[in-house]
């Protein structure tokens, strides 16, 4: 029984039904567990995140978890990306020199901190497991990307980035705001830049969704 109490709990949030169903059948349903949909965009995933925070059983461990782009050269389509930081790339304000962030701003900030250790720990077991993964700057946007002079400028922005998605940072805000850590894991589906249906791989993706999740379950 007192194993039991002191088993940490972790709330997995995806955005949409099919990542929650490949993030289940991954975990196989173990009680340690929880997953909700918190929407589509950062507002839905903040307010989602938020409420079942306030509402539901104390967590250990919040993750936002589910498909992506990458970006071409840092993460590969199939691949899994762990990120290092989590960014609201289009947080800001536009001026005549370019974009500037929230930071640049002096307003707060558009990028939540991730415990690094937990990430290389979570990024290690992925690769041991045989999973093709790395760690990286997780971008999120209100729009995503839909052509290649868009993935350059935030490219050249955001050095580094690997990844982006819509929802990383909502999640992230809500967690960090009742002071409970929180990791981003994104299966990536297509490259970043021209938006072409025919290129996704959306079932490879969340096969290797299912497949970090039963990572999960031994790592965490």
Known sequence: ?????????????????????A??????????????IGGVGPIAAAASTARILATEEPFDLVICAGISGGFVDQAEVGSLVVASEIVCADLGAETAEGFSSLDE?????????????????????LQRAGLSARKGPVLTLSTVTGTAATALVLSKRMPGAAAEAMEGYGVAVAAQDVGVPVLEIRAVSNAIGPRDKSAWRIKDALAALEAASSVLREVL
């Open 105 to 125: 701003l002096g307003f707060g900030s558009a990028s939540v901190p991730v415990d690094q250790e937990l990430v290389a720990h979570v990024t290690d077991a």
């Open 1 to 21: 029984m007192e194993a039991a109490q002191n088993e940490k709990r972790v709330l997995i949030v995806t955005s949409v039904e099919p990542e929650r169903v």
């Open 23 to 36: 993030v289940l059948r991954g975990l196989r349903d173990d009680s340690r567990f929880t997953v909700r």
